[in-house]
């Protein structure tokens, strides 16, 4: 298969997992995880109709970034954890920050979307699984970083982030991303989306309410 048949076959089975949701197949954005992948797959992918590609390291995103400059309409999200000290090199250049988790990243994000003169769209990470080694603030954490985010002018908040627990089954995954759900729910500000669902995830995703899918193997094949 090549790369436009992958991509077909993402697509139908989003619009499938939407369907079965009852949800609008076209209310979902499919973000390209290129990780790994050399930027002449993400020229592959460019005209294959995709515009939008997830990064997770910032020096890769800046580099993929710098070597398809030539091409006006690509959007560069961060899927990654950001360090406080690349919010510099990333904020100028990302349409969006899906992991902000810490008050004094997101004042330095703030920080560098104004000296570059433009708004960044952020999500907030939440750890569900509340996992030790996993980045991602805690349930009970979020309802200020919410507030925080709200009072810089230059980051519109879009809504929340999850990676759940490694699991067998990509149905072991659905009480995390529900509870993702029910957080954005709960919340004192209406907030649109949700960044959840992976390449065995993204069905089971959809159907608790994901807005962004980050699907990398499925659509570019294994990461060597
Ligand atoms: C790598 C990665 C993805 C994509 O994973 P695949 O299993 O290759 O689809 C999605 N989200 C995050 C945060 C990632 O690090």
């Known amino acids: 298969m090549d790369f436009s048949q992958r991509l077909q076959q993402v ?8 369907r079965r949701a009852g949800r609008d197949p076209a209310s979902i954005a499919l973000i390209a995880v290129s990780k790994l992948h050399p930027a002449a797959d993400l020229r592959v992918a460019y005209a294959a109709g995709v515009r939008d590609f997830g990064e997770n390291y910032v020096q890769e995103l800046v580099e993929k970034h710098a070597a398809l400059s030539e091409l006006p309409d690509v959007r560069f999200h961060l899927i990654g954890h950001l360090q406080r000290n690349k919010a510099r090199a990333v904020v100028p250049i990302a349409t969006s920050l899906h992991t902000l988790d810490d008050a004094r990243t997101i ?24 996992e030790t080694q996993k980045s991602g603030c805690s349930p009970a954490e979020l309802a200020p970083l919410v507030d925080a985010v709200l009072q810089c002018p ?34 004192h500000v209406p907030l649109a989306r949700l960044s959840m669902g992976m390449s065995s995830d993204f069905e089971v995703a959809i159907e608790e309410g994901a807005t962004d899918v980050r699907v990398g193997t499925a659509l570019f094949g294994a990461r060597s």
């Open 11 to 18: 697509q139908r089975r989003i619009g499938e997992a939407a």
């Open 154 to 187: 230059h980051l519109q908040l879009q809504g929340l982030m999850t990676i759940p627990p490694a699991t067998e089954e990509p149905d072991d995954a659905r009480p995390f991303f529900r509870r993702l759900y029910e957080l954005q729910q709960k919340l």
């Open 107 to 130: 004042a330095e994000c703030e920080r560098r979307a104004a000296a570059a003169n433009r708004a960044v769209q952020v999500f907030l990470q939440v750890n569900v699984g509340e």
